[in-house]
T-cell receptor, first 116, second 115 residues
Framework: AQTVTQSQPEMSVQEAETVTLSCTYD???????LFWYKQPPSRQMILVIR??????QNATENRFSVNFQKAAKSFSLKISDSQLGDAAMYFC?????????????FGTGTRLLVSP | GAVVSQHPSRVICKSGTSVKIECRSL??????MFWYRQFPKQSLMLMAT?????????EQGVEKDKFLINHASLTLSTLTVTSAHPEDSSFYIC???????????FGPGTRLTVT
């Protein structure tokens, strides 16, 4: 079974600084998706960024970028120029790619605190 | 963008009663919807996957007779918590798969409190 591990329960960053959230996963599959979701205090899950495993190029979305290391099964999220609105829980997630729509497997989450 | 709504956003019910939570895809058709449960400061736990017109598939350890899921149309799935008990108090989140785009979108969640 696939597992997703987030070893940092909480991280802190100052406004305008850069922070990296870690995620590792375990799978025997070669074709899959990886995601970072943000859950602010409102509890609404928001997709931050997605990476297809077959793509070597790291995904980027404005201030958010990932470092995808397929051999190491590592998928970290870098937030640049942190803003107060980035404060939230961040969940790393895995989804196998295959016939039909596969379910998401979530990590335990990392709480990001942003200070002025 | 794709929007998923849930109703109600908060509900309080007495122990032993049943409560229904609705999940709707507002601007897309969703052949597959997922129901999650989230305890405070924890991750999302998948409870079941529902496909339109067929029976839901429950995750191991989830009581299908207690958590009734109906996915009667391409835009609506419901979760009914039957004979609720205080330990059922939790945050319930649904998500819907866009049939065309193969993406998954989350609802805002429902906070259930059983007294």
């Amino acid at each position: 079974a696939q597992t997703v591990t987030q070893s940092q329960p909480e991280m802190s960053v100052q406004e305008a600084e850069t922070v990296t959230l870690s995620c590792t996963y375990d799978t025997s599959e070669s074709d899959y998706y990886l995601f970072w979701y943000k859950q602010p205090p409102s509890r609404q899950m928001i997709l931050v960024i997605r990476q297809e495993a077959y793509k070597q190029q790291n995904a980027t979305e404005n201030r958010f970028s990932v470092n995808f290391q397929k051999a190491a099964k590592s998928f970290s999220l870098k937030i640049s120029d942190s803003q107060l609105g980035d404060a939230a829980m961040y969940f790393c997630a895995y989804r196998r790619r295959g016939k039909g729509f596969q379910k998401l497997v979530f990590g335990t989450g990392t709480r990001l605190l942003v200070s002025p | 963008g794709a929007v998923v709504s849930q109703h109600p956003s908060r509900v309080i019910c007495k122990s032993g009663t049943s409560v229904k939570i609705e999940c709707r895809s507002l601007d897309f058709q969703a052949t597959t919807m997922f129901w999650y449960r989230q305890f405070p400061k924890q991750s999302l736990m998948l409870m079941a996957t529902s496909n339109e017109g067929s029976k839901a598939t429950y995750e191991q350890g989830v009581e299908k007779d207690k958590f009734l899921i109906n996915h009667a149309s391409l835009t609506l799935s419901t979760l009914t918590v039957t004979s609720a008990h205080p330990e059922d108090s939790s945050f319930y989140i649904c998500s819907a798969r866009d049939s065309d785009l193969y993406e998954q979108y989350f609802g805002p969640g429902t906070r259930l409190t059983v007294t």
